[in-house]
């Protein structure tokens, strides 16, 4: 069965660095035929669109608010795509959620919190 579990989130001082891994497992093929992407949401507010990292190789952050700030990159060997999230500042603060997309389906981990404040 496939799956896909987010680690790496907790508490940030503003300013500082986290690190999210999504583990992809039960996928044929494995996360190489996997476009994957990192959403997140805020209490009282839509999900969004953060980064997708293309089956191609191809990388894409969304959001203006973190261009510069935010990047998403994959590990084929270990089915692992990571959030690299540096110069947090407390409105990155949502649930973090990890989606893979393979065919005409999409998946979703069961998102993990962040949390930025001092």
């Known amino acids: 069965q496939e799956q896909l579990v987010e680690s790496g989130g907790g508490l940030a001082q503003p300013g500082g660095s986290l690190r999210l891994s999504c583990t992809a497992s039960?996928?044929?093929?494995?996360?190489?035929?996997?476009?994957m992407s990192w959403y997140r949401q805020a209490p009282g507010l839509k999900r969004e669109l953060v980064a997708t990292?293309?089956?191609?190789?191809?990388?894409?952050n969304y959001p203006r608010s973190v261009q510069g700030r935010f990047t998403i990159s994959r590990d084929n060997a270990n089915n692992t795509v990571y959030l690299q999230m540096n110069n947090l500042k407390p409105e990155d603060t949502a649930v973090y959620f990890c989606?893979?997309?393979?065919?005409?389906?999409?998946?979703w981990g069961q998102g993990i919190q962040v949390t930025v404040s001092s």
């Open positions: 989606n893979a997309i393979k065919d005409a389906s999409t998946y």
């Open positions: 039960g996928f044929t093929g494995g996360i190489s035929v996997l476009t």
């Open positions: 990292h293309t089956k191609f190789g191809h990388a894409v």
